[in-house]
């Protein structure tokens, strides 16, 4: 029995209307869109995604769950606020083939994995930190400022005698963090896994990342006498740059190396307190007056450029002054 479709007339080999007729039905299936209030991340197929338009991101989304691939996806209304643990209806325009679709949809508000965890006592690992100053700790600040875009953050921070112990997030990162502090301003980290505890959901032990940075215990400007040499410290990084007083030649060397000689031997390496005097002699020899028993006292690193009564910095030893 020949079929016809009732509006154009035309032949059919089954169903109602024709190709041309029939009607426009959009298949869509689409759960709550799920937004974090923090750092804009969507959940996307299973996992939080970071996204540079929240908008673009929305619209990806219908488009992944609307099945027509010819689909071109506008939102209707704007989200005007991210209150977290609040529901949000709207409404997306569909359009396939000119024919244009209402689709509703509920984007939830809420807090993603990573921006749930900060401001509580969660923690993976502890940076401790040893040696710090006030100097040291503008460095180190702004390298923590620096893990934020990685969910890495300082949920808690312990003073100790000798430095501090920040309770981070996530532990993967923390080795990255100790280099990159060592790189500004030098020291030495070692690396200790703990046993934290005991998941019985996954019959797996969690472990906990303990990073231990020595930072080193002088700064610019300091004057050592290492390896026999009398040394001023000019830079800190992953390699120290020190500057030979007698020789101005460059010394260069790692935290490594220091810790291991005063180990070793902890007389080879003495600090030296800088002191102000005055140039007293330029002939035969520049001497300088001694600021405790104001006697005069050999200049063993002579500067043609200094004349009398000028102010300099120095340390002393047996054989006389040495300008810093």
Sequence with gaps: MARFCPKCGKSIIKGVFCEDCKPHVIDYKISNIKICCVCKKIFSHGSWKRVNNLDGAIIK??????KQKNAEVNLIGELDELKPGTNHEFKAEVVIDEVV????FV???TYCRDCSKKGTEYFEGILQIRNNTPEFDKVINKELGKEEKYNNVANKKVTQPNGIDLYMTKKKRIPKLAQRIVEKIGGLYTLNSQLFTHDHLTSKDVYRLNVLLELPNFNIGDVFCFKK??????????????RNL??????VFTYAEYKKIKE???D?????DVKQTTIIRLRPNQEVLHPENYQPVKVLNENSELKEDDKVSVILIDKGAIIV
């Design 229 to 242: 040499k009398y040394i001023k410290i000019e830079k800190l990084s992953k390699n120290i740059n020190a």
């Design 268 to 272: 080879s390496i003495k600090k030296f």
């Design 61 to 66: 989304e219908i488009k992944s769950k609307v």
């Design 107 to 109: 984007i939830e508000v």
């Design 101 to 104: 679709h209402e689709i509703p």
């Design 246 to 251: 007698l020789t101005k030649k460059k010394v």
């Design 264 to 266: 070793k031997d902890s």
